[in-house]
Structures are given as C-alpha cells and as structure tokens.
C-alpha cells in the first residue's frame, strides 16, 4: 500500500519538485500551502509521514508541529531555511522527528525518510530506542541502561538520540553539531568531545558504544554481535 506524505510548504516550486520526486519514489503525496490547510488535510487523511516549512501563512510550522504532536506520534521532519531554525534541541522540544534545511538533495530527504519508516517499523508506537543495554523513551524521555534509569541534561540526551537514530553511520563533529546545538551554535567540535565522554561515563562506563573513529567523528556501534531490537 502507498504512504501518504503531506507536504506543509507555501513554496510552490518546492512543494512541486517534492511531490514529483516523492510520488516517483511511490509515495502518495498531499500537498497543502499554508499551515491551517496542512493541519486540516493531516486530520482528513491518514498520513505516515509529513514533511513540515517552518515559515508557512496562516498558521506558522512551529505551531502546526504543537498542534499535530498533540493528536498523533507521526514522524514529521521540518524543511526549513538556514536561518529560521536555532538547532535540533528546539525541534526536538516541539517534537519534530528530524530536520533538513534549505537548499537540500532529495536523496539526503529519502534517506532521512528511509530512516524513520525504518526506526517506526522497528520500534512500533512505543516510542523506545534500544541500543544494546541503552533504552530511550521517547515519550518520558527518560533513558535506562542496563535496566537502571539514569539522569542525563538535555544537551546529553539530544546528542544520544542522534547517535542512536543514525546508528552504525559514522557522525562527524560537524554533522553532530549542526544538528544537536543547531547553527545558531558558534563554537567548535570540543564541546561534542566533552559532552561524548560525559556520555560515555553515564551510558556504558566501558565505553564500547560510542566509539571514537579517529580524523572522522564518532559512531554508535556494537562490537561483534548482531544488534536486537526489542520491541
Ligand atoms: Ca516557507
């Protein structure tokens, strides 16, 4: 059966390059032009995912985001321009599932798309991340290891929920920084190094999770075994 995507984006040329590449890749798109229109066509249909402007007419994405977080769990990824988002920490805060900013590839959306059809297939409506002996609850956003609840800042658990929704993928500091502090973050990729061995010391003291891959970044990755997934 073909996903609908709904498409929130008062950019014509951009709603219409979304809905060619999007129906080609076999999604069902819907396409709505301001921010009350995609509210209501998100109510008509049953969508599985939806691709959210932040500067849309009418009702503006931030409150659309409020507004559809509080009737469903649906992925929704926020396209946004450079200078309208202040980082994923906010996003994340408004519940958005993930972000790309303008100018973007489709193939980097595709595979961000990929991503969460992937994570929603493996994780069910539960909303819980397993990593080895790390859970994320996504819902209380509370993170367990080895069973036992731990307390990490906000900074920390953002950083931990990107490395585990790009697991195995090696993340540079860059990537890390774009897309936890966000661009308004004027700073370099030493405050990642701090906070991944505060991390490390708090999720795994043995530090076999995360691990350093030296003049790239860092990867969330298990040793030899075959990773499980819990439902
Ligand atoms: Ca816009």
Not at 44 to 66: A, E
């Amino acid at each position: 059966m073909r996903k609908n995507i709904l498409i929130i984006e008062d950019e014509e040329r951009i709603r219409r390059y979304l809905e060619l590449e999007l129906s080609h890749e076999g999604f069902n798109v819907i396409l709505a032009e301001d921010g009350e229109k995609g509210v209501e066509l998100f109510r008509k249909n049953s969508c599985s995912l939806i691709l959210l402007d932040l500067m849309l007419p009418k009702m503006d994405g931030r409150t659309v985001c409020k507004k559809i977080r509080e009737e469903s769990d649906i992925p929704v990824i926020v396209i946004s321009a450079k200078d309208e988002i202040s980082g994923k920490v906010q996003l994340l805060d408004l519940g958005a599932d993930d972000y790309i900013t303008k100018p973007f590839v489709i193939e980097e959306l595709l595979a961000r798309i990929r991503v969460i059809f992937r994570n929603k297939k493996e994780f069910g409506n539960k909303k819980i991340l397993n990593f080895g002996k790390i859970s994320l609850d996504l819902n209380l956003k509370i993170v367990y290891s080895n069973e036992k609840k731990i307390s990490l800042t906000k900074t920390e658990y953002n950083l931990l929920y990107y490395f585990m929704i790009n697991k195995n993928i090696v993340l540079s500091r860059e990537k890390i920084l774009e897309n936890v502090w966000g661009y308004d973050y004027f700073g370099d990729g030493k405050i990642i190094d701090m906070y991944v061995k505060a991390l490390r010391k708090k999720i795994d003291p043995t530090g076999k999770y995360i691990k350093t891959v030296r003049g790239f970044g860092y990867i969330l990755k298990k040793g030899e075994e075959n990773e499980k997934f819990k439902k």
